[in-house]
């Protein structure tokens, strides 16, 4: 019996012996593990609290997060602000779209009074604007916050074109300020990417800077009293020097600007109404279009004025002044040619352009055909059946209706203002017509902006080309008898706004 128990007693302890090992086995393999865990805590929270601490180490313009990384800092950003163009005096809602607004975000407009901004989220906001001030283009501020609470600026590129209400439109002889393109006709291209526009009912010249400013190049009222004026500029063509020549169009000269308001130069003698003196040996009777070669020559497209018998012609002033019949007969008709053997329609607005040859082309406008007229004066049909209507394809059978305007891009493209079909058209430099704009709805009297064949024009006058060959053409409306309403229209491969 003792022996027995004496067995059993050594049995438990040595159970015991193997439970007391396992248990301390356990404990000290739980203790890395746990120790693991907290001391990976520790030394996140030890990296953490040093990286909080320098914040200053983050490089390469990243910023602090909440977790304690470098990151690129979030950046609010404004992608748009419509309407471009607002009424003076009349509240307008704005819509404003970006990225990463705060939602604290604001407008404000030059000269304009804005409401509190309302739908804000971080993708945009709209906002109630009555615009303010002179009729012209304002800039555009949106923040991150009111000026009181420390906002500051997060986009001041953009402008929005105040115009006087259709009911209430007018020069404003001593401001100068209606910049709304009421009779805005031929545009040409600066070297510095400013479009320059002649106003023919302003009887001036606008300048439309790269960021959309417009300004005054000359707004010396006309008061039909000697050539220090205008009267119905037609056209306008930018020289190798920036000088701008001007188709004044109802004193039948051509006038020469060196800088605002500043007449340098005038080809012809001023007389109104309707008088036309030879100048040199050439009469510049109602010039409708104007283009400017690279040697330095203007050239101009003659339609005649009043009951004169001297239209229809293309003149040529040398670098030197002097000037001669380039190619034209005096008379109306469609003839190709040399000089006076060749004849012309020019009913209306007539642009031109010149290539990197000195070749000129001219939209002939009563015959609905492009010209090409050479150095030497030869007349030749570019495009164009002679035959009112719209029909693309090979360059002799297309068919456009009274165009207005041609420009050429660096590749050789010419573009076509084919008014009376309100589209733009190319001619390739193969000699293939095609239609790239125009067609679209008119919705509420309104043009609308898009793609090709959705976009709409409600007239079309002045075209030009720039650097990018991006194009500009200049788009009006017609009411009542009177225009109230022109823009600048930019077509952007293929898309018009």
Same mark, same amino acid.
């Given at each position: 019996?003792?022996?027995?128990?004496?067995?059993?007693?050594?049995?438990?302890?040595?159970? =015991?012996?193997?439970?007391?090992?396992?248990?301390?086995?356990?404990?000290?393999?739980?203790?890395?593990?746990?120790?693991?865990?907290?001391?990976?805590?520790?030394?996140?929270?030890?990296?953490?609290?040093?990286?909080?601490?320098?914040?200053?180490?983050?490089?390469?313009?990243?910023? *602090?997060?909440?977790?304690?990384?470098?990151?690129?800092?979030?950046?609010?950003?404004?992608? #748009?602000?419509?309407?471009?163009?607002?009424?003076?005096?009349?509240?307008?809602?704005?819509?404003?779209?970006?990225?990463? *607004?705060?939602?604290?975000?604001?407008?404000?407009?030059?000269?304009?009074?804005?409401?509190?901004?309302?739908?804000?989220?971080?993708?945009?906001?709209?906002?109630?604007?009555?615009?303010?001030?002179? $009729?012209?283009?304002?800039?555009?501020?949106?923040?991150?916050?009111?000026?009181?609470?420390?906002?500051?600026?997060?986009?001041?590129?953009?402008?929005?074109?105040?115009?006087?209400?259709?009911?209430?439109?007018?020069?404003?002889?001593?401001?100068?300020?209606?910049?709304?393109?009421?009779?805005?006709?031929?545009?040409?291209?600066?070297?510095? #990417?400013?479009?320059?526009?002649?106003?023919?009912?302003?009887?001036?010249?606008?300048?439309?800077?790269?960021?959309?400013?417009?300004?005054?190049?000359?707004?010396?009222?006309? #008061?039909?009293? +000697? @050539?220090?004026?205008?009267?119905?500029?037609?056209?306008?063509?930018?020289?190798?020097?920036?000088?701008?020549?001007?188709?004044?169009?109802?004193?039948?000269?051509?006038?020469?600007?060196?800088?605002?308001?500043?007449?340098?130069?005038?080809?012809?003698? @001023?007389?109104?109404?309707?008088?036309?003196?030879?100048?040199?040996?050439?009469?510049?009777?109602?010039?409708?279009?104007?283009?400017?070669?690279?040697?330095?020559?203007?050239?101009?497209?003659?339609?005649?004025?009043?009951? *004169?018998?001297?239209?229809?012609?293309?003149?040529?002033?040398?670098?030197?002044?002097?000037? *001669?019949?380039?190619?034209?007969?005096?008379?109306?008709?469609?003839?190709?040619?040399?000089?006076?053997?060749?004849?012309?329609?020019?009913?209306?607005?007539?642009?031109?352009?010149?290539?990197?040859?000195?070749?000129?082309?001219?939209?002939?406008?009563?015959?609905?055909?492009?010209?090409?007229?050479?150095?030497?004066?030869?007349?030749?049909?570019?495009?164009?059946?002679?035959?009112?209507?719209?029909?693309?394809?090979?360059?002799?059978?297309?068919?456009?209706?009274?165009?207005?305007?041609?420009?050429? +891009?660096?590749?050789?493209?010419?573009?076509?203002?084919?008014?009376?079909?309100?589209?733009?058209?190319?001619?390739?430099?193969?000699?293939?017509?095609?239609?790239?704009?125009?067609?679209? $709805? /008119?919705?509420?009297?309104?043009?609308?902006?898009?793609?090709?064949?959705?976009?709409?024009?409600?007239?079309?006058?002045?075209?030009?080309? =720039?650097?990018?060959?991006?194009?500009?053409?200049?788009?009006?409306?017609?009411? =009542?008898?009177?225009?109230?309403?022109?823009?600048?229209?930019?077509?952007?491969?293929? /898309?018009?706004?």
């Amino acid at each position: 019996m003792v022996a027995s128990m004496e067995l059993e007693k050594a049995a438990n302890e040595k159970r =015991d012996e193997k439970y007391d090992a396992a248990f301390k086995l356990y404990n000290e393999r739980a203790s890395k593990i746990w120790r693991s865990y907290f001391i990976s805590f520790l030394e996140i929270y030890d990296d953490y609290y040093f990286r909080v601490a320098d914040a200053s180490a983050c490089t390469n313009g990243t910023e *602090l997060d909440l977790v304690g990384v470098c990151s690129p800092p979030v950046i609010a950003s404004v992608s #748009g602000v419509s309407p471009a163009v607002a009424n003076l005096s009349q509240a307008t809602t704005f819509t404003i779209t970006g990225q990463n *607004l705060p939602l604290t975000s604001v407008l404000s407009i030059a000269d304009a009074t804005c409401q509190t901004p309302t739908n804000r989220t971080a993708t945009g906001f709209t906002v109630v604007c009555t615009p303010g001030g002179a $009729a012209e283009s304002k800039v555009v501020t949106v923040k991150t916050d009111t000026e009181a609470n420390g906002g500051v600026v997060i986009d001041a590129s953009r402008v929005v074109t105040v115009q006087n209400s259709p009911s209430s439109y007018g020069w404003n002889v001593s401001t100068h300020a209606q910049y709304q393109y009421m009779q805005l006709f031929g545009i040409s291209m600066g070297s510095d #990417g400013s479009i320059y526009g002649a106003d023919i009912h302003q009887h001036s010249v606008h300048k439309v800077a790269k960021n959309g400013i417009v300004s005054a190049f000359f707004n010396i009222n006309s #008061g039909y009293v +000697d @050539c220090a004026y205008m009267l119905n500029p037609y056209s306008v063509a930018v020289g190798r020097d920036g000088e701008v020549y001007v188709a004044d169009t109802g004193y039948n000269i051509i006038d020469k600007l060196t800088g605002v308001n500043s007449k340098a130069q005038t080809f012809g003698y @001023c007389k109104y109404p309707y008088g036309v003196i030879s100048y040199n040996g050439v009469k510049f009777n109602g010039p409708v279009g104007i283009a400017v070669g690279p040697d330095g020559s203007v050239y101009t497209a003659n339609a005649g004025n009043g009951d *004169l018998i001297e239209r229809n012609y293309i003149a040529k002033i040398k670098p030197d002044g002097s000037t *001669l019949i380039l190619a034209g007969s005096n008379s109306t008709g469609f003839a190709n040619g040399q000089g006076v053997a060749a004849s012309f329609n020019f009913e209306s607005l007539s642009g031109m352009t010149v290539d990197q040859n000195g070749n000129i082309y001219v939209a002939d406008n009563g015959n609905h055909v492009v010209r090409k007229i050479s150095p030497d004066g030869y007349v030749a049909t570019v495009a164009g059946s002679g035959v009112a209507g719209f029909l693309d394809g090979p360059a002799s059978i297309a068919s456009f209706k009274n165009p207005t305007a041609v420009a050429i +891009d660096s590749k050789g493209n010419m573009y076509v203002a084919d008014s009376g079909n309100l589209k733009v058209r190319m001619i390739s430099a193969n000699g293939i017509v095609s239609t790239i704009a125009g067609g679209g $709805a /008119i919705v509420n009297n309104e043009t609308v902006d898009g793609v090709g064949g959705s976009a709409s024009f409600l007239a079309l006058f002045g075209m030009t080309v =720039d650097k990018d060959d991006n194009i500009y053409v200049t788009d009006a409306w017609r009411k =009542d008898g009177g225009w109230y309403w022109g823009k600048i229209r930019k077509i952007s491969y293929g /898309i018009i706004k």
